[in-house]
């Protein structure tokens, strides 16, 4: 065997190198410290796709069904990123959260978050109108839910501190380095790169908004597709840097997966409004106008895409409608705070999020995993999967250990 060849065996091979993959590899090396452990990440720096482009919020698990590994995962994580962040000296605030019920409808949807909050374990307080008004002076409501336990942190910080001691301990980690197909033997893997081609013994895939293509690449049986949105954020002007004390969300609609337009305090001091939910034509498509001839085939032979945009038609054109006409976007967060205006919704970049849907055109809420003999994949991490980065990399340890053990 040449010394080339044995050169490009490792261990475990690691795709993607966003917060869940570097969460898992750096994980990976704790766990196995003698085994060659590989990151393939097609970007020139770590956390540039859903991790990178996210509101920075350390979520406390206020949505999420009891029991659920959302719901697990979210509040082991918060826990997690915070000891983290403390042991390696990267900033984050706790500053709480405040779910805003503007109406009689929002506030029933706000009572049964209270009810899920209790159910989770989560510390929650009721507010009502007069109480909200002494937390936020600029924030009109009829009642809140205040969550102290929310924070927000710079996870790009976080990701490249990853990097930083996945390499030290003796990983990998290959940049500019794009997966152009997955072959799978009784023996090992045969990845194929751009630049070269390795094999391994085991393979990882935290492919995010390219999931699905690389199930595909080893023809593993699956009955769903990624399907772009647009998350389109604002920045407020400095002026504003104090307009909140909190994170201010709206009550979410409880049939669907996104949160609402939410006014962010960021780690920086700034403060952003956003994100929107729209439906994207390209899977890394950041700028104003973007569309990808390739995107777009894969979606519109995908029945589950036909039958999304029936079940949601209005949600969809409303979403639309607002990511072109300013006003529209504005009226979503002049309900709960009038002194934003249109001269103050400036610039800021979009992120997409990778969101799994099935043929029968239903939304994946919760994580989804396929895996075949030597190969794991993470099909779905939705949010809170930034915040759920650390357990989900142990729960995709475990997944992996019983593939070993089992091959």
Same mark, same amino acid.
């Given at each position: 065997m040449s010394d080339t060849f044995k050169n490009s065996i490792y261990d475990i091979a690691v795709i993607g190198a966003g917060i869940v993959g570097l969460s898992t590899a750096w994980q990976l090396l704790q766990r196995y410290p003698k085994y060659r452990i590989l990151l393939i990440e097609k970007e020139s720096e770590v956390g540039q796709h859903q991790t990178g482009h996210n509101s920075g919020v350390i979520h406390a698990g206020v949505y999420y069904a009891p029991g659920s590994l959302k719901a697990d995962f979210c509040q082991r994580g918060a826990k997690a990123t915070k000891t983290f962040c403390l042991q390696h000296d990267i900033e984050f605030d706790e500053c709480g959260k405040l779910l805003v019920a503007t109406n009689a409808l929002e506030k029933e949807r706000m009572d049964a978050l209270y009810l899920r909050c209790q159910e989770n374990g989560l510390e929650v307080h009721k507010l009502d109108q007069v109480q909200l008004k002494e937390r936020e002076p600029n924030v009109k409501g009829i009642a809140a839910l205040f969550v102290p336990s929310t924070g927000i942190v710079s996870y790009r910080k976080i990701c490249q501190k990853l990097a930083e001691l996945f390499v030290q301990k003796g990983g990998e980690l290959?940049?500019?380095?794009?997966?152009?197909?997955?072959?799978?033997?009784?023996?090992?893997?045969?990845?194929?790169?751009?630049?070269?081609?390795?094999?391994?013994?085991?393979?990882?895939?935290? @492919?995010?908004?390219?999931?699905?293509?690389?199930?595909?690449?080893?023809?593993?049986?699956?009955?769903?597709?990624? *399907?772009?949105?647009?998350?389109?954020?604002?920045?407020?002007?400095?002026?504003?840097?104090?307009?909140?004390?909190?994170?201010?969300?709206?009550?979410?609609?409880?049939?669907?997966?996104?949160? @609402?337009?939410?006014?962010?305090?960021?780690?920086?001091?700034?403060?952003?409004? @956003?994100?929107?939910?729209?439906?994207?034509?390209?899977?890394?498509?950041? @700028?104003?106008?973007? *569309?990808?001839?390739?995107?777009?085939?894969?979606?519109?032979?995908?029945?589950?895409?036909?039958?999304?945009?029936?079940?949601?038609?209005?949600?969809?054109?409303?979403?639309?409608?607002?990511?072109?006409?300013?006003?529209?976007?504005?009226?979503?967060?002049q309900k709960y705070c009038d002194l934003v205006s249109l001269e103050d919704l400036q610039v800021y970049p979009a992120g997409i999020r990778a969101q799994a849907v099935m043929n029968d055109g239903s939304l994946v809420h919760d994580f989804l995993f396929a895996q075949s003999a030597r190969t794991l994949h993470v099909c779905n991490a939705p949010s809170p999967a930034a915040t759920s980065a650390f357990p989900i990399g142990a729960y995709i340890i475990d997944k992996l250990d019983e593939q070993i053990t089992s091959v």
């Open positions: 290959r940049l500019n380095t794009e997966v152009k197909q997955l072959d799978e033997s009784h023996e090992r893997v045969a990845i194929t790169l751009n630049n070269d081609v390795v094999h391994t013994s085991y393979l990882v895939s935290c @492919g995010g908004l390219m999931a699905d293509r690389l199930t595909r690449m080893l023809k593993i049986p699956t009955d769903f597709q990624i *399907i772009p949105f647009r998350g389109e954020y604002y920045q407020l002007p400095a002026k504003h840097n104090r307009i909140v004390n909190h994170l201010i969300y709206p009550i979410p609609d409880p049939d669907l997966p996104f949160l @609402g337009v939410h006014l962010t305090r960021m780690i920086d001091g700034s403060v952003t409004v @956003g994100p929107n939910a729209v439906q994207g034509w390209k899977r890394e498509g950041y @700028g104003r106008i973007n *569309i990808s001839l390739r995107d777009v085939f894969d979606m519109v032979r995908f029945p589950g895409f036909w039958k999304l945009l029936m079940n949601h038609w209005k949600t969809g054109l409303r979403e639309t409608k607002n990511s072109w006409y300013k006003p529209g976007y504005l009226a979503q967060v």
